[in-house]
């Protein structure tokens, strides 16, 4: 199978951007989700082209060969990771803008634009591309697409799907569509572009979308920080901005163990002012976005905040998020972390939280908290020693436990992260057989030979 | 097939609601797109529950009938006409609001509620849905979810689409699932739901729906009206407002043949004015939607309105709205009503609108223009005389030279209303023979029988 599929692709891919040394195999056989399977892939292709992508995977559904495709790798979930047969098939060479519309406000880009590279790009024609995952400045569209990222702002401006207009598809047979539209509202036939978002490359291989923009004008950015002795009060308070009917641009709670370890990396003393700290930014301009700024600030004290602070210009309102910044980093200096994904009902943030603790107690395991309180996407980070095969094995438990307990309060198994891999056990445990039956049907209808990432996004 | 089919339904449907009288089979024959095919139905049923609606299907499906099913019958596409062997399913009697929840700001209602009362129930708890189709007071939700509908405010606020969080749906073999979550946010598995949405009731029927709120605090109405003497300054209004980074709640035009037909009922003068009307509202509170409103009025003023006013009161800014809300009732006055409902690039609204009098002029037929301008989506409203069967074929011809317009304006054939029946051959236009195997792959994967609403959203 190897040698006519290497033989087939050299005649389509140049040389240079057909990778299939060991070490190549083996840095794209896995995106940032190390704790689920992977194998080296057969080779690497680096696309330059949708003409490109779909003659690879022609050739791969002809030769019974599996495409694993990729952007940047980021991943948390295990959705780029290679699976037995497969080419991976990586779109990071894909970064050109095609088009910026100011007067439509879309842009349209080839799918291995990062992010940050988008958002600059855009912000100089006085345009806004909201989604933006803890990852931005590191991920690809693609990949935002694929997984339908959130990020920090969504709960007030929505995910990635809620700004996807239009797409460039390759299917499993190697034809290329174009799903969507460019205008601003359409409803002809399926929502089909919907469905290849967070199908996480199972559906087809997304090239080139066309998304839609906000404009950059009339956000000014302000934020309140308020810490709190324990998770109950840090809970109240987002529960009470909540029912006060605020909704902030972010509301971020950052738990003891975050702090610390910020605090062990840069000395910042943050650990010392309270247990739990809350973030909220606003970006509404002039006195409506003062007014907010002391409404959420009465909000935490009347929470019973041991501290809460106003920020007094958009510069010291990005270091009051500092901590939010620095705590994956920081955490990452203490061993491998298995990142949670968990989302709940806001009013179940703290009764989550409270069992994650337990959790962390009774398998012996070190987890750090990192949450979109705002709208109750949690984000545990369970940390095991290098090299502490024991230590893993509880975190995988912990792991398990937190997915669990989040579905027992009503929650769902991913919030923004994706299924991949890691979560193909709690999405069994989500949904009844029959909608996991539907997932069957609809990969069936458009991927009938199983070539397009098999095994990930639904338990097969 | 006729006997079987109704000694079952009988089984399982009471009496007073399985309607099989020639004058109730009439009724629900069509929605109110009479311009399209339709044939009386074999029976109706006005279900009552989820259980009954599944019991319906699967008799429907083992006795080789089709299902239509049906919310307040106000469809504008045909999407609920009945087709040949076919029951006529309503849902218009399941109208319970099964949960209100303020702190996790959703509500969960049975399909059949109308849109406007779901509005007033949960206004109660100072909470919000957002979507409003100009039918809002008399659509049922389930109507809405089936065409994705929007509305004045999706402009800033999106569509139906973007406040479904889940659905439960019975599917074509009589199956009963959720979709979906409850949570803010969730990205397990294919958006299934996403893909429900706009699905005009082909790929399952929806019985309940989970819908996203926003909060109903810190809105207040203001308004701007401005008048221009043609078309083409009035988009170039729309242009400057758009290039000003402001994204209005609602931005409305209505033309010449419109306020005509307002003031030939009821007398208000608008024609007087101007020969177009632009109007814009803002919902920012405070001084920040007085700073809007003064922009908007500036702009206005700038592209030559005129006449240019601005709300001085939540009263006042209704009032400004009076044409717009008049608009078709004051049509409809005047004949049956073909309406369009083509969506175009902003910037293409004078061009599409200018061409839209070009057609008027060469089809020898009346057309009158209410558009949500600033999204790019009109409604070309075509008039034939009752009895005029000759003007009835040359609006027939006027609409398909619309659709095809739009479409070699980058536009789309449906920018709210749905496919139903009318709009077939205009997406058969816009997309390739590849994407609409597509939706058959996906119509065979969910509804292998074609047992529901066959016919309708894509050609088949």
Same mark, same amino acid.
């Given at each position: 199978?190897?040698t006519?599929?290497?033989?087939?692709?050299?005649?389509?891919?140049?040389?240079?951007?057909?990778?299939?040394?060991?070490?190549?195999?083996?840095?794209?056989?896995?995106?940032?989700?190390?704790?689920?399977d992977f194998?080296p892939?057969?080779?690497?292709?680096?696309?330059?082209?949708?003409?490109?992508?779909?003659?690879?995977?022609?050739?791969?559904?002809?030769?019974?060969?599996?495409?694993?495709?990729?952007?940047?790798?980021?991943?948390?979930?295990?959705?780029a990771?290679?699976?037995?047969?497969?080419?991976v098939?990586?779109?990071?060479?894909?970064?050109e803008?095609?088009?910026?519309?100011?007067?439509? =406000?879309?842009? *349209?880009?080839? !799918? #291995?634009?990062?992010? +940050?590279?988008?958002?600059?790009?855009? /912000? %100089?024609?006085?345009?806004?591309?909201?989604?933006?995952p803890?990852?931005?400045?590191?991920?690809?569209?693609?990949?935002?697409?694929?997984?339908?990222?959130?990020?920090?702002?969504?709960?007030?401006?929505?995910?990635?799907?809620?700004?996807?207009?239009?797409?460039?598809?390759?299917?499993?047979?190697?034809?290329?569509?174009?799903?969507?539209?460019?205008?601003?509202?359409?409803?002809?036939?399926?929502?089909?572009?919907?469905?290849?978002?967070?199908?996480?490359?199972?559906?087809?291989?997304v090239?080139?979308?066309?998304?839609?923009?906000?404009?950059?004008?009339? =956000?000014?950015? *302000?934020?309140? !920080? #308020?810490?709190?002795? +324990?998770?109950?009060?840090?809970?109240? /308070? %987002?529960?009470?901005?909540?029912?006060?009917?605020?909704?902030?641009?972010?509301?971020?709670?950052?738990?003891?163990?975050?702090?610390?370890?910020?605090?062990?990396?840069?000395?910042?003393?943050?650990?010392?002012?309270?247990?739990?700290?809350?973030?909220?930014?606003?970006?509404?301009?002039?006195?409506?976005?003062e007014?907010?700024?002391?409404?959420?600030?009465?909000?935490?004290?009347?929470?019973?905040?041991?501290k809460?602070?106003?920020?007094?210009?958009?510069?010291?309102?990005?270091?009051l998020?500092?901590?939010?910044?620095l705590?994956?980093?920081?955490?990452? =200096?203490l061993?491998p972390?298995?990142?949670?994904?968990?989302?709940?009902?806001?009013?179940?943030?703290?009764?989550?939280?409270?069992?994650?603790?337990?959790?962390?107690?009774?398998?012996?395991?070190?987890?750090?908290?990192?949450?979109?309180?705002?709208?109750?996407?949690?984000?545990?980070?369970?940390?095991?020693?290098?090299?502490?095969?024991?230590?893993?094995?509880?975190?995988?438990?912990?792991?398990?436990?937190?997915?669990?307990?989040?579905?027992?309060?009503?929650?769902?198994?991913?919030?923004?992260?994706?299924?991949?891999?890691?979560k193909?056990?709690?999405?069994?445990?989500?949904?009844?057989?029959?909608?996991?039956?539907l997932?069957?049907?609809?990969?069936?209808?458009?991927?009938?030979?199983?070539?397009?990432?098999?095994?990930?996004?639904?338990?097969?």
């Amino acid at each position: 199978m190897s040698t006519e599929l290497l033989a087939r692709l050299r005649k389509v891919v140049s040389a240079d951007r057909l990778l299939t040394d060991p070490q190549a195999l083996a840095a794209y056989s896995h995106d940032d989700a190390e704790w689920a399977d992977f194998v080296p892939p057969l080779a690497v292709v680096r696309a330059a082209s949708t003409e490109e992508v779909a003659a690879v995977v022609l050739i791969a559904a002809s030769t019974g060969v599996r495409i694993v495709p990729r952007g940047a790798g980021t991943g948390l979930s295990g959705g780029a990771n290679a699976v037995a047969d497969s080419v991976v098939l990586t779109l990071e060479l894909m970064t050109e803008i095609l088009e910026i519309n100011p007067d439509e =406000r879309y842009v *349209r880009v080839q !799918a #291995g634009i990062l992010n +940050d590279s988008l958002r600059r790009a855009v /912000a %100089v024609q006085g345009l806004w591309y909201p989604p933006d995952p803890a990852s931005y400045k590191i991920s690809t569209i693609g990949g935002n697409i694929a997984t339908n990222a959130g990020g920090l702002c969504c709960v007030k401006y929505g995910v990635t799907r809620d700004y996807v207009l239009g797409l460039k598809v390759v299917l499993a047979d190697g034809a290329v569509v174009d799903l969507g539209r460019r205008t601003a509202k359409g409803v002809a036939g399926y929502d089909l572009t919907a469905l290849l978002v967070g199908s996480e490359g199972t559906l087809g291989i997304v090239t080139e979308a066309t998304l839609k923009l906000l404009p950059l004008a009339g =956000r000014e950015n *302000r934020a309140v !920080a #308020g810490y709190f002795a +324990d998770l109950v009060d840090a809970g109240n /308070a %987002v529960a009470a901005v909540s029912r006060a009917g605020i909704i902030p641009a972010a509301l971020e709670l950052v738990d003891r163990t975050c702090l610390q370890a910020v605090d062990d990396w840069q000395q910042l003393g943050l650990s010392q002012e309270g247990g739990v700290l809350l973030l909220a930014s606003v970006d509404e301009p002039g006195t409506r976005g003062e007014e907010l700024t002391e409404e959420l600030h009465a909000i935490f004290t009347a929470a019973g905040a041991t501290k809460a602070e106003r920020s007094l210009s958009a510069e010291h309102a990005e270091e009051l998020f500092l901590a939010r910044r620095l705590a994956y980093p920081a955490l990452e =200096r203490l061993g491998p972390v298995l990142t949670e994904d968990v989302c709940v009902p806001r009013t179940a943030v703290p009764e989550m939280l409270r069992r994650i603790e337990d959790t962390a107690r009774r398998f012996n395991t070190k987890i750090a908290n990192i949450a979109h309180a705002g709208d109750g996407n949690l984000h545990p980070l369970i940390i095991a020693p290098v090299d502490d095969d024991g230590a893993k094995s509880r975190a995988k438990d912990a792991f398990d436990q937190i997915v669990a307990d989040a579905l027992e309060l009503g929650g769902t198994t991913t919030g923004e992260h994706g299924v991949g891999l890691l979560k193909l056990p709690g999405m069994l445990a989500e949904f009844s057989p029959r909608v996991i039956a539907l997932h069957r049907s609809v990969k069936a209808a458009l991927d009938p030979q199983g070539v397009l990432n098999p095994g990930k996004a639904f338990p097969a």
